[in-house]
Each structure stands twice: as C-alpha cells, then as structure tokens.
C-alpha cells in the first residue's frame, strides 16, 4: 500500500485549497518538505452544480464545474499532489488510517495508508464505513438530512480534520475553500511545531 503524509477525502474547494497549502509550504518550511498527499475524489462536489457570481479569484458568472476544473488545473503545479477518482468505501483506524476506495465502476479496489486524515466530503451523506465520527444535523439549512461532523477549529481528534459543508460552515465558496486552507495551517503548524502561515514571496 502507497503511504501518503496527508489524505483528503473530497475534491471540491475546500479539500483542494487544503491540499494547496500544505503542498506550498514544501517550498519553504522544512517540517513541510518531501511531504506528500492524495486526494481522493468522487465527484460529487455542490459545487458542480452552481454557478457563480461573488466568488474572489474566479471569473464572474462562471459554471460550477469549469470553475472546479480551472481550480483543479493548479495540480500541475505541485507534484507531491496526487488526485485519484473513486468512492470511498472503508476507512480504518490505528496508528495511521488505512483507506479503501474502489473505481467508479466499483471494480477495482485500492488501498492507501495515511498519517493525517481530512473528510471535505460534503453535507449530503455519511456513508463511509468504519470511521467512527460525531455527526450531527447540519444547522445551516432547513433541510433535516444534511449532516455535519462535531469539531473544534476544524479538528475532529488528533491527526483527524474535517472541512468544507461537512464542518458545518456556509454554503458558499469563498467560506468553504477557507475552511480546507484552515486545515492546511493546522496541519503543517503541527509539523512545525507552532502556528505558521507561509505565503508564497518573489524570488528577490
């Protein structure tokens, strides 16, 4: 089984942007360097389905998937990144988190191992077996179904995170992607050892 420093479950603006800036403090914190993650991704962004017009950064009117797609276009950018499709089916945990996730067609299976565990995977449903997480009604919404997961600042327990709809923040994508880039700080500050916030300098 691949072994990965960070997993993220969910590929829409709030599990991208915490893989941003965990991949862009490898260029300048050494507790950061040689660190690598994987997203894993079925697909089912809210995102898909909107269209935007009060979003900082993106074109204005913009559809929801070719603004995840431009998003998503920045991966190139960072090759200790890997994004996979699938839906996750099992996730086990000890010392690290053992992730079992299978194609879309539900064929192939695969299994990853990661230290750190980050669920962006939207309030619609929790479905994934063998993680044992609080959740609750999402309070944002009139509709009874949505759920959300219990946390504090983001963190569900030590090495678990949770970010996007599921840590029950607004519906919009300016909040949500901020939430994953939170979790990203968490993260590497941990590493480090104290709270740290890199941002990306000109080369003087």
Not at 85 to 104: A, C, M, P, Q, T
Not at 152 to 174: A, E, H, M
Request: negative net charge.
């Amino acid at each position: 089984m691949n072994k990965y420093d960070v997993a993220i479950i969910g590929g829409g603006p709030a599990g991208l942007s915490a893989a941003f800036i965990i991949a862009s403090a490898s260029k300048h914190l050494e507790e950061a360097m040689n660190r690598n993650i994987i997203i894993i991704d079925a697909g089912h962004s809210d995102a898909l389905k909107a269209k935007f017009h009060n979003v900082s950064g993106l074109p204005f009117g913009i559809e929801g998937k070719e603004a995840l797609e431009l998003t998503k276009s920045k991966l190139e950018n960072f090759p200790n990144i890997k994004f996979v499709e699938g839906n996750v089916k099992h996730i086990s945990e000890d010392k690290d988190y053992v992730i079992e996730y299978r194609d879309f067609e539900d064929k192939n299976k695969e299994f990853v191992v990661s230290d750190n565990l980050v669920l962006a995977t939207g309030f619609r449903r929790w479905n994934i077996k063998g993680l044992d997480v609080p959740l609750k009604e999402f309070e944002r919404s009139e509709n009874p179904t949505r759920v959300s997961i219990e946390n504090t600042d983001f963190k569900v327990r030590d090495n678990l995170y949770v970010c996007g709809l599921l840590s029950g923040v607004s519906s919009q994508w300016d909040i949500v992607a901020g939430s994953g880039s939170q979790v990203g700080v968490h993260i590497i500050s941990k590493w480090a050892g104290s709270w740290k916030v890199v941002h990306d300098k000109n080369e003087v």
